[in-house]
Each structure stands twice: as C-alpha cells, then as structure tokens.
C-alpha cells in the first residue's frame, strides 16, 4: 500500500521568505505526483502535476522537483505572501488512485 | 468551462438516517472517483468509475457505503444507517482516460461535509 508522508505538518514564515514542503512516498512505482493547495471550505486545486518521466515542473512562484527513485517530492514557492497561506497536499498516482498526504498547513506573516 | 459540481455542499443529518451525496463531473471526463477527507489529512480513496462501470469499490468502508453512476455521468454516493464516525468531508473528482496509467489529472470538485448528530 502506498504511504505518503508529508514534511513538515505547519510552517510559519515572514513574507517574503522562501517557502520548501517536503513529500515522501513509499512505492516509486508511480505515474505522476500532484501538488494540491486546499483552503478551508474550499475544494483542492492543483498547482503542480510532475510526470513519472520528470524530475521538476514550474509554474510561476512554485517549483516542484521529484526523484521517483528515492521516492520525494519537494515543492518551493518563492518570496511568499499572505496570500499563500493553505494546506498544501500532496498527491501519488499508481494506476488510477491518488493517496494523498496530510498536508503542509502554511502560514505567511505579513 | 464548468468544473466537478458536487451537492449538497452542507449535509447535516441526524444517525440512522441514510443520505445520498451527488456528483456531476467535468463534461466528457469518463473516469469518477469518489474520496473521503477527515479532519486534518488527506482524501482517501473510496471508489472509481469509467463510464457506469464500478472498477474498484475497495475503498469503502463498509457495506452502508454504495455508489452508482447509471448513465456514464452523474454519480451518487449513498451511505445507508448514517454513524457519526461517517462525519468527513466527501469528495468528488473526474478526469479524461478510463485506461490505467496515462498522463491525466484527476479534477476535484468542492467537496460535501457530512455532519451526523
């Protein structure tokens, strides 16, 4: 069964910082990732969608890596704002199930 | 164009009851699947459709939980005899290919949060 751990649970930081969330998984054998943004009440966006065959997709502010192999995913967002506060979740596809992490919970201090 | 729609957004029920959760996914998407959020992690997958057909229903938690989608488009999840610990978020999302594998995103709709009194 695939596991999906997400590093670290919170964060906090002052605008303009750099934001990194972490995301593990256990089987690599993994089509594509996706990095999610959830706000409360609201439904997931998706922010990033990273192809097995890929190591990093950018969009914007946000940059995604992953290394199937060792089984991570990293996502950066750069000087955040305010604005960037949400849970951010991650997301393996073997075949066609998504197992999802936790969620990073970003706070951006203004 | 629209995306996954799902209602009600809000359901309150009392236990013992049976509620029916509905979806409408993305035009021309033929795979659905339906995930369930409790507070504080992630979805977890119930179960997963192409066209009408039922692929996997491994994922529900037990026999008061079904789901159909009779016409290849609109699916309804139903959970029968209503217990509180059935109390999450319930979420919808469509995507393209009914093959396994392939390249595309699952599309989430904004959810249902069942709450049972």
């Known amino acids: 069964k695939q596991e999906v751990t997400q590093i670290p649970a919170a964060l906090s930081v002052p605008e303009g910082e750099n934001l990194v969330l972490n995301c593990s998984f256990t089987?690599?054998?993994?089509?594509?990732l996706q990095w999610f943004r959830q706000d409360p009440g609201k439904g997931l966006t998706s922010l990033l969608l990273?192809?097995?065959?890929?190591r990093e997709q950018t969009s914007g502010r946000l940059n995604a890596s992953l290394d199937k192999s060792s089984g991570r995913s990293t996502l950066y967002i750069a000087a955040s704002q305010p604005g960037d506060s949400a849970t951010y979740l991650c997301?393996?596809?073997?075949?066609?199930?998504?197992?999802f992490g936790a969620g990073t919970t970003v706070t951006v201090r203004a | 164009g629209a995306g996954v729609s799902q209602s009600p957004r809000y359901k309150v029920t009392k236990r013992g009851q049976d509620v029916a959760l509905r979806c409408d996914p993305i035009?021309?998407?033929?795979?659905l699947y339906w995930y369930r959020q409790a507070l504080g992690q992630g979805p977890e997958f119930l179960t997963y459709?192409?066209?009408?057909?039922?692929?996997?229903k491994s994922g529900l938690p037990n026999d008061r939980f079904s789901a159909e989608r009779p016409e290849g488009s609109i699916s309804t999840l139903t959970i029968q005899r209503t217990e509180q610990r059935d109390s999450a978020m319930y979420r919808c999302?469509?995507?393209?290919?009914?093959?396994?594998?392939?390249?595309?995103?699952?599309?989430f709709g904004p959810g249902t949060r069942l709450t049972v009194t």
């Open positions: 459709f192409n066209y009408e057909a039922q692929q996997d």
């Open positions: 999302a469509s995507s393209l290919t009914p093959t396994s594998g392939g390249l595309y995103e699952q599309y």
């Open positions: 035009s021309g998407h033929v795979s």
């Open positions: 990273i192809q097995s065959s890929q």
């Open positions: 089987d690599s054998a993994i089509y594509n």
């Open positions: 997301a393996v596809r073997n075949d066609y199930k998504l197992s």
